[in-house]
């Protein structure tokens, strides 16, 4: 029951006792004695007021009755009562200026946040560098291949009985040892244990970046252990040898780009894809709709990839900027892969167990081997004027 009501149940009461207390003292005083009937009514009202007093007292000792809270005033209200508003409206001053009071009563320290699920990521980049290559496993931790080093075509026509022109081939045999990217975390036992989200995303994190640094190591690792050899790193490709002023003043990187493609086809090596970094690709693209002289086949396919000459345009943040490659990938190399992305956890590392930690470690073991260089060509994108 309310204050109210039972306020408004004490106050008939009290009335009703007074009526009875009234019709009580004139029966006394008429035949000396209280009738029976009233004196069971007041005896009555007397145990009903008695409830409702113990309806108060259990409703205060539950901390149902609170104070109401205190009256404030809004911040209208405060300032058409403030001095300067007086000064303002009596014209003794030119502006008007006060100062909020906080209007704020209690606490929210008991206001429950509102958590919102899942976790917030980072940032996940595109990783597109070895969808280009042919992929194969390898159970051995090297590499070794023989490729063509050199081969001089003398082929000629021969008179009958004349000899006949001696070609020249050569071979060299190529050892590409397996390397491992690897990287390591630590987090408290009890993160790992009462929160499983958390940790998940810890875990897919680690393996990311794992694949973000083989995303570089493809294109740019110097080929030097524990190193991948990338396949912009020299002799696993092939410069495009162009100068600036053989390209024009005009959509230059496209001109670029256009004669490399020609040059793979005349070697027999018809590319299939460009490769960029997607800064460059940006500035590119911007450059195609921002001038008007010339037009460059350029379009996106269905999936939304750029296609350039008729070559998917491949962004890659491994690709150094200011750099590029176009390549027939596919015949070009192949990545063998010894060990996929491995993602570990131990108690057994350093002082953990004492310190309740968990070390997790992600490695992968991978080596990239270019077998044909002449299938890629490459290298600066904004090519010396001599």
């Given at each position: 029951?309310?204050?109210?009501?039972?306020?408004?149940?004490?106050?008939?009461?009290?009335?009703?006792?007074?009526?009875?207390?009234?019709?009580?003292?004139?029966?006394?005083?008429?035949?000396?004695?209280?009738?029976?009937?009233?004196?069971?009514?007041?005896?009555?009202?007397?145990?009903?007021?008695?409830e409702l007093a113990d309806e108060i007292l259990q409703l205060k000792q539950r901390g149902a009755l609170q104070p109401e809270p205190a009256k404030t005033e809004g911040m209208g209200q405060q300032f058409v009562k403030s001095d300067a508003?007086?000064?303002?409206?009596?014209g003794r001053a030119q502006k008007a200026r006060f100062e909020v009071k906080n209007t704020l009563t209690g606490s929210d320290t008991n206001v429950a946040?509102?958590?919102?699920?899942?976790?917030?990521?980072?940032?996940?980049?595109?990783?597109?560098?070895?969808?280009?290559?042919?992929?194969?496993?390898?159970?051995?931790?090297?590499?070794?291949?023989?490729?063509?080093?050199?081969?001089?075509?003398?082929?000629?026509?021969?008179?009958?009985?004349?000899?006949?022109?001696?070609?020249?081939?050569?071979?060299?045999?190529?050892?590409?040892?397996?390397?491992?990217?690897?990287?390591?975390?630590?987090?408290?036992?009890?993160?790992?244990?009462?929160?499983?989200?958390?940790?998940?995303?810890?875990?897919?994190?680690?393996?990311?970046?794992?694949?973000?640094?083989?995303?570089?190591?493809?294109?740019?690792?110097?080929?030097?252990?524990?190193?991948?050899?990338?396949?912009?790193?020299?002799?696993?490709?092939?410069?495009?040898?162009?100068?600036?002023?053989?390209?024009?003043?005009?959509?230059?990187?496209?001109?670029?780009?256009?004669?490399?493609?020609?040059?793979?086809?005349?070697?027999?090596?018809?590319?299939?894809?460009?490769?960029?970094?997607?800064?460059?690709?940006?500035?590119?693209?911007?450059?195609?709709?921002?001038?008007?002289?010339?037009?460059?086949?350029?379009?996106?396919?269905?999936?939304?990839?750029?296609?350039?000459?008729?070559?998917?345009?491949?962004?890659?943040?491994?690709?150094?900027?200011?750099?590029?490659?176009?390549?027939?990938?596919?015949?070009?190399?192949?990545?063998?892969?010894?060990?996929?992305?491995?993602?570990?956890?131990?108690?057994?590392?350093?002082?953990?167990?004492?310190?309740?930690?968990?070390?997790?470690?992600?490695?992968?073991?991978?080596?990239?081997?270019?077998?044909?260089?002449?299938?890629?060509?490459?290298?600066?994108?904004?090519?010396?004027?001599?």
């Amino acid at each position: 029951m309310s204050m109210d009501l039972i306020q408004k149940g004490l106050d008939s009461i009290e009335a009703k006792i007074a009526e009875f207390a009234s019709k009580a003292k004139a029966e006394t005083e008429a035949v000396g004695k209280v009738a029976h009937d009233t004196a069971t009514a007041i005896e009555n009202l007397g145990t009903k007021q008695r409830e409702l007093a113990d309806e108060i007292l259990q409703l205060k000792q539950r901390g149902a009755l609170q104070p109401e809270p205190a009256k404030t005033e809004g911040m209208g209200q405060q300032f058409v009562k403030s001095d300067a508003y007086k000064a303002f409206s009596e014209g003794r001053a030119q502006k008007a200026r006060f100062e909020v009071k906080n209007t704020l009563t209690g606490s929210d320290t008991n206001v429950a946040p509102d958590r919102k699920p899942g976790i917030v990521p980072g940032a996940f980049q595109m990783l597109t560098l070895e969808s280009l290559f042919n992929a194969l496993p390898t159970s051995s931790n090297a590499i070794e291949f023989t490729k063509e080093a050199s081969f001089t075509n003398s082929a000629a026509e021969t008179a009958e009985g004349g000899a006949k022109p001696e070609s020249a081939l050569t071979w060299s045999l190529v050892n590409m040892p397996i390397s491992t990217v690897a990287h390591w975390i630590k987090i408290s036992r009890q993160l790992a244990m009462d929160n499983a989200a958390l940790a998940a995303y810890v875990e897919t994190r680690m393996a990311y970046g794992v694949n973000r640094r083989v995303e570089t190591q493809l294109a740019v690792g110097n080929g030097v252990a524990p190193n991948l050899s990338g396949f912009l790193t020299a002799g696993n490709y092939t410069a495009h040898g162009y100068l600036s002023g053989a390209l024009g003043a005009t959509l230059s990187k496209f001109v670029l780009i256009r004669k490399v493609i020609g040059d793979l086809y005349n070697a027999g090596y018809p590319a299939d894809a460009i490769v960029l970094n997607p800064v460059d690709w940006a500035t590119m693209e911007t450059e195609l709709l921002t001038t008007a002289a010339g037009k460059v086949p350029f379009q996106y396919d269905t999936a939304g990839t750029p296609r350039l000459f008729g070559l998917p345009v491949v962004q890659s943040v491994g690709v150094t900027a200011d750099t590029f490659a176009v390549g027939a990938f596919g015949v070009a190399g192949t990545v063998h892969n010894r060990e996929g992305v491995v993602v570990e956890m131990s108690e057994s590392d350093s002082d953990n167990f004492t310190k309740n930690l968990i070390t997790i470690r992600a490695e992968r073991r991978l080596a990239l081997a270019i077998e044909v260089p002449a299938a890629i060509r490459g290298g600066d994108l904004t090519p010396p004027a001599s």
